[in-house]
């Protein structure tokens, strides 16, 4: 399918992005990769994620996209650069947009991130926030469990509210207002997380801030000839479909399991 826009992730967290992207760009067609059978990233070195990063965008690139969206905070942190100096095509992550909105809506640049232990440790939204604003103040931390609360459909349970003061205190006590949901799966928790870091911290949901970068970059919403959508993973499609659904809040069906290789 030409002109639609690619977009990967390490499974079905990329689908926050996709959501966002749907439904701001309702006139374009998408095509999403889910690379599920080798999900987490998150856990991965940089070396492996950059691999994995090449081989899907090599798949979605096959598929004539004009666009790569890599819906993945892990994948982002890592192989974005890569990514850009290989591809001949737009190659949008998630990192830069979540950065500049908390930059300008944070009042005192003191700024939390979260995110799997791979985007933590690459310190990538610290560097895009440094970019932006030199004199931020950045509290990082890594909220694993947060990935397979969010899939278990349990983000607003008490355990996820325990799980959220544990991981946030740290970050509260450095006087922080604004924070970062820097994973694919964090904006399911956003309930959850705004009651546990109170009304004076802002979240930054950074599927929603890419969803408008790449508004931004195609002003003319053009309809295409023809509507669809195309989804595909790198195991069995049923778990995607199933915890996909929960994400999206509507079926996703006719999702096709496809190799990389
Ligand atoms: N999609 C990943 C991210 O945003 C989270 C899941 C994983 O670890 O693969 O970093």
């Known amino acids: ?9 390490s499974g079905v967290g990329g689908l926050t992005v996709y959501k966002e992207l749907a439904r701001l760009l309702p006139n374009q067609n998408f095509v999403y990769l889910g690379d599920t059978g080798r999900v987490p990233y998150g856990t991965k070195s940089p070396a492996t994620v950059r691999r994995y990063a090449r081989e899907a965008a090599n798949f979605l690139s096959r598929h004539g996209v004009k666009m790569l969206v890599v819906a993945c905070n892990t994948a982002s942190a890592v192989a974005l650069e890569e990514l850009r100096q290989q591809f001949a095509l737009p190659v949008i992550g998630v990192i ?5 909105r908390a930059v300008t809506l944070s009042k005192n640049s003191r700024i939390g991130v979260i995110g799997t232990e791979g985007t933590i440790k690459s310190g990538a939204y610290s560097a895009a926030i440094h970019r932006l604003n030199p004199d931020a103040a950045v509290f990082s931390t890594p909220c694993p469990l947060f990935v397979p609360l969010a899939e278990e459909g349990w983000a607003h349970h008490r355990i996820a509210h325990l799980a959220a003061e544990e ?7 450095e006087n922080i207002d604004t924070l970062v949901l820097g994973c694919t799966h964090y904006p399911l928790l956003k309930q959850t997380l705004e009651q546990v870091v109170g009304s004076e ?5 950074s599927a929603a801030a890419t969803a408008e970068a790449v508004r931004a970059l195609l002003p003319n919403d053009t309809s295409p000839f023809e509507k669809e959508g195309r989804f595909y993973v790198t195991d069995v499609p049923t778990r995607f479909e199933q915890v996909g ?17």
């Open 1 to 9: 399918m030409s002109h639609a826009i690619g977009i990967f992730d």
């Open 96 to 100: 830069e947009p979540g950065a500049e």
């Open 167 to 173: 991981y946030l205190a740290p970050l509260l006590a």
């Open 201 to 205: 911290v802002r979240l930054v949901d």
């Open 245 to 261: 659904s929960a994400f999206l809040g509507a079926p996703l069906t006719c999702v096709e399991q496809v190799e990389l290789a």
